[in-house]
Nanobody
Framework: QVQLVESGGGLVQAGGSLRLSCAGS????????MGWFRQAPGKEREFVAV????????DYAESVKGRVTISRDNAKNTVYLQMSSLKPEDTAVYYC???????????????WGQGTQVTVSS
């Protein structure tokens, strides 16, 4: 089991950057693939990025590809989401999540953080 806490959200102007962090508890963090997802008001939760247990094989949603980088530091039990060239349509609550095995479907993730709000103004 792993507990996750996100941080780093906030209000930013279009074109700006943010780095989200997700700190995991326990010695089992390295067992899990980690994903970032987001949910805007009135919309379904959607995939943003995923990274394997070892930090390889990053994958991104088409809507953020080229603007977002996912990384992890297993020594710190932390996964990051570096976002740049932000757009108003990136406004959402961003969640990190963990699962055994690699995947992009949010429904298959077992452990979730509480979320952090990202608001991009135009």
């Amino acid at each position: 089991q792993v507990q996750l806490v996100e941080s780093g959200g906030g209000l930013v102007q279009a074109g700006g950057s943010l780095r989200l962090s997700c700190a995991g508890s326990g010695r089992t963090f390295v067992r899990y693939a980690m994903g970032w997802f987001r949910q805007a008001p009135g919309k379904e939760r959607e995939f943003v990025a995923v990274i394997s247990r070892s930090g390889g094989s990053p994958d991104y949603a088409e809507s953020v590809k080229g603007r977002v980088t996912i990384s992890r530091d297993n020594a710190k039990n932390t996964v990051y989401l570096q976002m740049s060239s932000l757009k108003p349509e990136d406004t959402a609550v961003y969640y990190c999540a963990a699962r055994l095995g690699y995947g992009t479907d949010w429904k298959t993730y077992n452990y979730w953080g509480q979320g952090t709000q990202v608001t991009v103004s135009s």
